[in-house]
């Protein structure tokens, strides 16, 4: 992590003066040293926990929301096969990073080291819908995965935050009432009242999850692949399956499109794990079958058959 972030900051150009440019303006005058200044901000973030100094002008949320900011992409960084190298590359990790957070605040931080913006984005491919296909019900993203959650080769339980728009109105008064008094009980060291109180919230379907020092409230989800098929773990290559899918899930924060609900109750889904399509590495790895008597995408198809 901090060698490739040194290297980035190495090779290339150092970021422009204050006499160089316009000081509300991007301070990076080159895309090589646009992504240089990032990699060096997140180099010296992992060091010093500190954000760079003029962010502020460019952004709406506080110094403190900016280093959570810093703090996911430094992990997204982390967890990237290769580390992005160009202005596109670079932004995409942003806005794939922060697709939580307000429009505002990641288009600011883009402007700040002068990366393309979302709407360029889109005309870029990426391997991830950027408009719903036709079919889909939802869209939702997920908590990172506990690779544990992953049951089998074409299933992963997910958790979704409560924060989300689309759950934050559909959460059980009860729930939300068993959240609260978790949280009083914890406050007052009566764990075993906090832990009888949180067995209701899992009963419920839901789970209070601590990620970064931060307690969660988020509703649980079970996803079955869409479109192919893996062994069962008690049949060969069933885990090894199963091992593959985790090891791409893991700690991962997931785009799924869902499609509809199988007679288990599951989401039938597409999954999508930073630009990578899930289904399609399972059946190039051999470790699935194109599920083609309920799909017929010929894509599948096609990878199937490879």
């Not at 190495?10 to 006499?19: D, H, Q, R, V, Y």
């Not at 978790?182 to 009963?203: P, V």
């Not at 990578?276 to 599948?300: N, P, S």
């Given at each position: ?30 895309t090589a040293s646009a992504v240089s200044a990032l990699a060096h ?103 990172p995965v506990d690779g544990n959650m992953v049951p089998d080769g ?134 699935a079958w194109h599920y083609a008597a309920y799909d017929q995408r ?9």
């Amino acid at each position: 992590m901090g060698n490739a972030l040194r290297f980035l900051y190495g090779k290339c150009c150092k970021p422009a003066t204050s006499e160089d440019s316009d000081s509300r303006g991007p301070p990076y005058t080159s895309t090589a040293s646009a992504v240089s200044a990032l990699a060096h901000d997140l180099f010296n973030f992992e060091i010093t926990s500190l954000v760079p100094e003029g962010l502020s002008e460019h952004v709406v949320s506080s110094r403190k929301a900016q280093a959570k900011w810093y703090g996911k992409l430094l992990q997204a960084w982390r967890e990237s096969k290769t580390p992005p190298k160009t202005p596109e590359e670079v932004a995409r990790l942003v806005v794939q990073t922060l697709s939580r957070h307000q429009k505002a605040d990641v288009e600011g931080l883009l402007d700040f080291y002068g990366f393309p913006h979302p709407s360029i984005l889109v005309e870029i491919s990426t391997g991830v819908p950027t408009r719903l296909p036709e079919g889909v019900e939802f869209e939702m993203h997920t908590l990172p995965v506990d690779g544990n959650m992953v049951p089998d080769g074409d299933g992963i339980n997910v958790f979704v935050s409560t924060a989300d728009p689309r759950e934050s109105s559909s959460v059980p008064r009860d729930v939300l009432v068993a959240a609260v008094r978790r949280s009083k009980a914890r406050a007052k060291k009566n764990y075993a009242r906090a832990d009888e109180l949180h067995q209701k919230i899992i009963e419920s379907g839901y789970q209070v999850i601590n990620l970064q020092n931060e307690e969660i409230l988020a509703r649980k989800y079970r996803i079955r692949l869409r479109g192919i098929d893996a062994p069962e773990n008690s049949m060969p290559y069933g885990k090894e399956a199963k091992q593959e899918l985790i090891k791409l899930v893991h700690g991962k924060r997931l785009r799924v499109l869902v499609y509809g609900e199988d007679r288990y109750g599951r989401c039938v889904a597409d999954v999508y794990c930073n630009g990578i399509f899930v289904q399609e590495v399972m059946l190039k790895k051999g470790l699935a079958w194109h599920y083609a008597a309920y799909d017929q995408r010929i894509e599948l198809a096609t990878v199937s058959k490879q």
